[in-house]
């Protein structure tokens, strides 16, 4: 059986052809931007092999550095909660703490932060899996200021200024 893309006008074929194309950008430019390094539970660790349903959904896991401890949201849910042009426009003045590298993502050109807002909401699975199991943006902890500890897991980032253990 083939597949067929089925529409009422030329138009529609332009724009279903679009988003398809779009979401495939999204995927690529989440994966080569280092989205899921951080956003997504295990990642590194697995050397990326996690399961698509489970890519951007946050993590306890904090990064600690000179800044405090960071833990990186459940993206799929922030982006749920904002139309496109309100994420646009969140990624364009986002400015957050470190490891994430805010100064690149307001950067994207437009149709890529559009691009990643279309592929984040077209992601198959279920967004607060995780935060059920205590390792999504629900559970994750509240950022913590520098020298302070957590009874979460961590990485410690190592900056120029911080000693190499």
């Not at 951080?38 to 959904?57: A, K, N, R």
């Not at 993502?105 to 691009?115: M, T, V």
């Amino acid at each position: 059986m083939r597949n067929v893309l089925s529409v009422d006008s030329p138009r529609a074929l332009h724009r279903t052809l679009y988003e398809l194309l779009s979401g495939a950008q999204g995927k690529y430019l989440v994966t080569i931007a280092g989205c899921n390094d951080c956003h997504t539970p295990d990642y590194l660790p697995t050397d990326g092999q996690v399961p698509e349903s489970q890519w951007l959904i946050g993590d306890s896991v904090g990064w600690r550095g000179p800044w405090g401890t960071t833990y990186a949201p459940n993206l799929r849910l922030v982006i749920k909660r904002l139309d496109e042009d309100q994420w646009v426009a969140y990624a364009r003045n986002l400015k957050t703490r470190p490891p994430m590298p805010w100064s690149s993502l307001n950067q994207f050109r437009e149709s890529d932060l559009r691009s990643v807002y279309r592929y984040a909401n077209k992601i198959e699975g279920q967004v607060l899996i995780r935060a059920r199991e205590g390792k999504g943006h629900e559970s994750r902890p509240d950022p913590l200021p520098p020298l302070s500890r957590s009874s979460t897991r961590r990485r410690r980032v190592v900056t120029k200024s911080s000693p190499v253990p």
